[in-house]
């Protein structure tokens, strides 16, 4: 209950700062949500307010640094998940069973892992839907016009290459909140 107050909360602080919603919910119960760019710490913020706009049930991935004190509970409540950065976890694997494990889920993933700008984004978003079968949902944040947009639907067919020039093409216009941070839309090359 309280997460969906908060949820509504941040939604009308953003709508009251400008911010608008285009787009549309797609019709999955299981997807993995990838934003981009992710610049500010008000990324946060817009992405509660997403969910109220939406009503998506998004669990999200978070460093486990803040989940201290009592921040643990409300983050939690408000779908956030612990990951531990400083031992090698498989993050993929485990998200692709909690896919496995539910009927419905929504999982939204920042690939490019930090607010300061990269030169390559992470790749384990691609290797979660391929390995669990569920269709990529591009959310793209866009400073100027102030709009967080839910795009369009991609399904991942293993060709990363091509994949991933359409995911950049869908992109390729987005201006960050910080546009200084925001780096290629591109994973590194494999060897």
């Not at 949500?33 to 710490?41: M, V």
């Not at 990951?83 to 939204?108: L, Q």
């Not at 384990?124 to 944040?141: E, M, N, S, T």
């Not at 995911?167 to 201006?175: C, P, Q, R, S, T």
Request: proline fraction near 7%; include cysteine.
């Amino acid at each position: 209950m309280l997460a969906k107050i908060i949820y509504r909360l941040a939604y009308y602080l953003m709508r009251m700062l400008g911010w608008s919603f285009p787009g549309q919910k797609p019709p999955d119960k299981k997807f993995l949500l990838l934003g981009a760019p992710h610049t500010s710490n008000w990324d946060f913020l817009i992405t509660l307010a997403l969910m109220h706009h939406f009503d998506i049930p998004l669990r999200y991935m978070v460093k486990d640094q803040v989940f201290k004190g009592p921040w643990a509970g409300l983050l939690r409540s408000l779908g956030a998940i612990p990951i531990d950065r400083s031992r090698r976890v498989n993050v993929v694997e485990h998200t692709i069973e909690a896919f496995a494990n539910n009927d419905e889920i929504v999982i939204g993933i920042l690939p490019e892992g930090t607010r300061k700008r990269t030169e390559y984004w992470k790749s384990g978003f691609y290797h979660i839907a391929l390995g669990a079968r569920v269709p990529l949902v591009l959310a793209k944040v866009d400073g100027p016009s102030k709009t967080l947009t839910l795009g369009p639907r991609i399904e991942v067919t293993g060709d990363i290459e091509a994949d991933m020039a359409k995911i950049a093409d869908y992109y390729a216009g987005a201006v960050a909140i910080y546009p200084e941070c925001f780096g290629p839309v591109r994973l590194k090359p494999q060897n």
